[in-house]
């Protein structure tokens, strides 16, 4: 069965950083897109960041261009977000999810594959 579990979230003051990590199994994601979500409490999910299969290919909310970034390595099935400068308003649940398709999606519901999440909490 097909798996993702993040890690890496936490307690951080502003303008620290965190690394999220997302091991994948069950299944061969290295062909899948892979993304990252976020939910803050009392607001929607939302695109954070996603990667294509080959690492080649990036795209970020513009909330996060210049202060996240999204990586992967197919040979330990894990994805990575390594956040800096990290603000309040970055307080949420962040998930993984993965795609089959091509295209690099910010829409949740191309997502077929979801973690459970992990929390990042930044304090002022």
Known sequence: QAQLVESGGGLVQAGGSLRL???TS???FSSYVM???RQAPGKEREFVAAIRWS??????????????????????????????SLKPEDTAVYYCAATSGAIMSSTITNYRYWGQ???VTVSS
Not at 55 to 68: I, L
């Open 117 to 119: 999440g992990t929390q």
């Open 35 to 37: 993304g990252w979500f």
């Open 55 to 84: 690492g080649s290919s990036t795209s970020y909310a513009d909330s996060v261009k210049g202060r996240f970034t999204i990586s992967r390595d197919n040979a330990k099935n894990t994805v990575y977000l390594q956040m800096n």
């Open 21 to 23: 990590s997302c091991a």
């Open 26 to 28: 069950g299944r061969t």
